[in-house]
């Protein structure tokens, strides 16, 4: 037996946390209901300790371990941090309303933690077995937590639904991976690229894995043709698990993304850029049409996301044109870009619903917000940054993201996909302006007074104005993003 | 045709037959019952391929419980049959031709040239003294320890998630909490007040 | 290799042609006049009220996807059975693959523990 000991080193964030989940999941016995509030408390400095091991142990080099299935590097770690702070936000925000309906139980924390995890393991995967089990990590405690609330039909529905076009995806993308190891020989990411690299592998049987791994990829970014869950899943699920489903996730998805197609299938570049390209248009017409129809808040943001992703993709099919590489960093980190700030706008926008939302009443309608101006002038202003950032409404940092992968999409020469992006986002910006609309010229048919615990109100105020910030120093996440992936390709 | 074939080819056809009837059959006992006959015959395909632990733990965690699992569910769901076959004739040809296509497709790409015998030569027969179950420990318990690490986590969580979503606490229970009735004090029962002597 | 399971294979054959001849023969030997009254449910000379399936409590549900998790656990514990004198014999790999299914186990205790007093064993 030949056999060397790993380094734990690089994955102490992983075991920090996964220690502290147990610990987390044996105190929820031993605590009773007045205690309970430890729980919220520990989830939140276990995040903030997972922060500070990951910085510390932040080396700058690529590092891998266990075999080669684990990676540590900037990227990686720059994920890793956002994805912290993301389920930190997202759990400040939904405080209020889990006390009020009853669903702050220990497990929606465990399970939220057990999700960041998984996300965790997506990011620092080099290995295709890591990446499948780090996203069923993640989506199994998905599921749970859709199905939490457990009185309402509508919940269960979307977590049936969840589940089965989930699993359904994971198969795909499974599929997708035998073939792959069938035409290279190894699952390793690194390993798969020199293999076709070397032209060791077959094309065809290659391309037949990457029309599986990219459908597979596609159901989890939700993304045309493969959106169907998005909505229902949205709108049925409590919002405090649409707001951690649309936030951290996504941020890891991107991160699958890039690690399989990019990494280890860059040399298939020209292929699943066609590929990608088809989803993408797809995904902003439809998205932006569709979100049009909606009076419900909550799945007007669900096909705003699909849009969202649909950007997000245009970056990434501008890496290489007509075999030069030389656009692949500036492509990339420009889709990266657009996620984290597609987080940060989705934070805030599902943040506002929960600000909304009371005991036995969700504010998830169009009509809620109507005439917010009166009853809080502020959080309506924020509202509005939000909306004018998610519209792309210069200069907030939605903005800019749109800007990047666009400038992106137009370096390689396709002009006319470029138009045919900015001519939907004109038609997107309808709807989210209905919003600021409906904030400031109708009459407020619903005049309670907003109740929300001083923290949640200070953070999405900072989350409001860091949208604007950010839109008048764009330059500060984008080289960042940049200096990432630089140190890391 | 050798007696390892006619097994494969034996196997092979009774896994294809009893697939066809998991999803023909009218009653969904019948259906999971046929599915039962899937698992042993693939299991049965994978021991000829000498994977016997996969095999074995194929039946075992399949047939075993899983198949437990479903037959529960079939068994004593109520469900309408008329209603679960509603509309299947009307989604019959659109998935008859994606199912079709895919198949198609797999077939062009999978027909010889790429999986044959010429691109993938059989590894032979491994010796008497290779243990299959052996190979499969070393490699599991020192290169994939991690993802070893991770299949207990989602073991962990699929168990915190079906205690989260299937228990709740009972208002009708009748149970006795043997040790809260023991650990009974005598204030928690008997309030002593005191009253004035009524006068007749 | 293959060769060592023949007799299961024999075993198969022989239990699945034992248990299916007795019904063969049954069908074939056996008087065949069904009719309508014969044919009909039987419930103590009534008329059936209703389906015979009926909505179970989930509970028996719960029970059987915890046997399943556990069922999975033990399967992870064969092959480390097999190789285990192998681990204790290398000099570098002996603590390590001792530990490391101490951990696998440590994990799924913690959850048997998670079930155990979340009363997802108890009946009622």
Known sequence: ??????????????????????????????????????????????????????????????????????????????????????????????????????????????????????????????????????????????????????????????????????????????????????????????????????????????????????????????????????????????TAVTLFIGSAPKLAAFAMTLRLLVYGLFELAEQWQLMLMMLAVLSIALGNLAAIAQSNLKRMLAYSTISHMGYMLLGLISGVAAGDRHFALNAYSSAMYYTVSYVMMSLGAFGMILLLSRAGFEAENLDDFKGLNQRSPWFAAMMGMLMFSMAGVPFFVGFFAKFSVLLAVVDTGQVWLAVVAVFFSLIGAFYYLRVVKLMYFDQAIDTAPIKANLDMRLLLSANGLAVALFGIFPQAIMSLCTFTLLRSL | MDFKSAVFYFLATVLVLASLRVITARNPVHAALFLVLAFFSAGGIWMLLQAEFLAIVLVMVYVGAVMVLFLFVVMMLDINLERLRQGFWSYLPLGATIGLLMTLEMALVLAGRYYGLEAMPDPGASGAGVNNTKELGRLLFTDYVYPFELASVILLVAIVAAVALTKRPRKESKAQNAAAQIAVRRNDRLRIVSMPSEKE | MLENYFPVLVFIIVGIVFGCMPMVLGWLLAPHRPNAEKGSAYECGFEAFEEA?????????????????FDLEIAFLFPWAAIFKEIVGTPGVKLFGFVEMLVFLGILLIGYVYAWAKGALDWE
């Open chain 1, 1 to 238: 037996m030949n056999f060397l000991m790993p380094d734990f080193y690089p994955a102490a964030a992983e075991i920090f946390l996964l220690a502290m989940a147990c610990v987390i999941l044996l105190l929820d016995l031993v605590l009773t209901q007045k205690q309970r509030w430890i729980i919220g408390l520990l989830t939140q400095a276990t995040l903030v300790g997972c922060a500070v091991i990951t910085i510390m142990t932040a080396s700058g080099q690529v590092v891998l371990t266990f075999s080669n299935m684990f990676v540590d590097d900037l990227f990686a770690d720059f994920l890793k941090l956002l994805v912290y702070f993301s389920v930190s936000v997202m759990l400040v925000y939904s405080r209020g309303y889990l006390a009020l309906r009853g669903l702050d139980k220990g497990e929606f924390y465990l399970l939220v933690l057990f999700a960041t995890l998984g996300m965790m393991v997506m990011i620092s995967a080099s290995h295709f077995l890591t990446i499948y089990l780090g996203l069923e990590l993640l989506s199994l405690s998905l599921y749970a937590l859709v199905a939490l609330d457990r009185d309402s039909a509508r919940a269960t529905e979307a977590a049936m639904k969840y589940f089965v076009l989930g699993a359904m995806a994971s198969g795909l993308l499974l599929y997708g991976m035998s073939m792959l190891y069938g035409a290279t020989g190894t699952l390793e990411i690194g390993g798969v690229a020199q293999a076709i690299y070397h032209g060791v592998a077959n094309k065809t049987v290659l391309v037949f894995g990457l029309v599986f791994v990219v459908s597979g990829l596609a159901f989890k970014l939700g993304v045309v043709p493969f959106h169907m869950w998005i909505p229902d899943v949205y709108q049925g699920a409590p």
């Open chain 3, 53 to 69: 399936r009926l909505k179970f409590d989930v509970r028996y549900y719960l029970i059987a996807i915890i046997f399943i998790l």
